[in-house]
């Protein structure tokens, strides 16, 4: 069974914290996305990779950063978490191509900044 | 901008059959999913239409027009389990995908 795990389901931080979301892929795809989904929004792109080492901006990566060592995991970083990053995170993999097909998701990573 | 507009809440009832509209404005298109997220869990792709006319898989279907910028899914013989978000995506002219807000289905017994 294909598979995205996400290394924290539900975390609660502190502002100012620095925050670590890693996510891990068993599908052998080239292609790695950190979106967060917010009550009433459509998913929104923080960072996304396609190849290790790579990692191109998406629509909202002030405040985030990301890192991609090896092929099966990406991790998205929190330098210093504000009350505003609170959300569900969400990374998903997909093969590679710009027809890639559909994405995998993980489970989520719902974040609390207190 | 671009843009994709689908209904925030739909309720229907156990046994019937319904309908999601998505209709979208982005620059370009290379392609339509849609994508099914229960509660607390992560999105699953449901169906991908790249070009006109409707695609089914077992009880949902799903529907495009190009020209009208506009899809939607469509399932049938409502099951309590299919109570969930739908998430409408289009992927533009740069191989981006856009989200739609996502239409929460309440199916009632």
């Known amino acids: 069974d294909v598979k995205v795990t996400q290394s924290s389901r539900y975390l609660v931080k502190r502002t100012g914290e620095k925050v670590f979301l890693e996510c891990v892929q068993d599908?052998?795809?080239?292609?790695m996305f950190w979106y967060r989904q917010d009550p009433g929004l459509g998913l929104r792109l923080i960072y996304f990779s396609y190849d290790v080492k790579m990692k191109e901006k998406g629509d909202i990566p002030e405040g985030y950063s990301v890192s991609r060592e090896k092929k099966e995991r990406f991790s998205l970083i929190l330098e210093s978490a504000s009350t505003n990053q609170t959300s569900m995170y969400l990374c998903a993999s997909s093969l590679s191509g710009r027809e890639a097909g559909e994405l995998f998701f993980g489970e989520g990573s719902r974040l609390t900044v207190l | 901008g671009q843009n994709i507009d689908q209904p925030t809440e739909m309720t229907a009832t156990e046994g019937a059959i319904v309908q999601i509209n998505c209709t979208y404005q982005t620059s370009g298109f290379n392609g339509l999913f849609w994508y099914q997220q229960h509660a607390g869990e992560a999105p699953t792709f449901l169906s991908y239409n790249v070009l006109d006319g409707l695609e089914e898989k077992g009880r949902f279907s799903s529907f495009l027009s190009r020209s009208k910028g506009y899809s939607y899914l469509l399932l049938k013989e409502l099951q309590m389990k299919d109570s969930a978000s739908y998430l409408c995506?289009?992927?533009?002219?740069?191989?981006?995908?856009?989200w739609g807000a996502g239409t929460k289905l309440i199916i009632k017994p």
């Open positions: 599908m052998d795809h080239e292609n």
């Open positions: 995506a289009v992927r533009d002219g740069n191989y981006q995908l856009i």
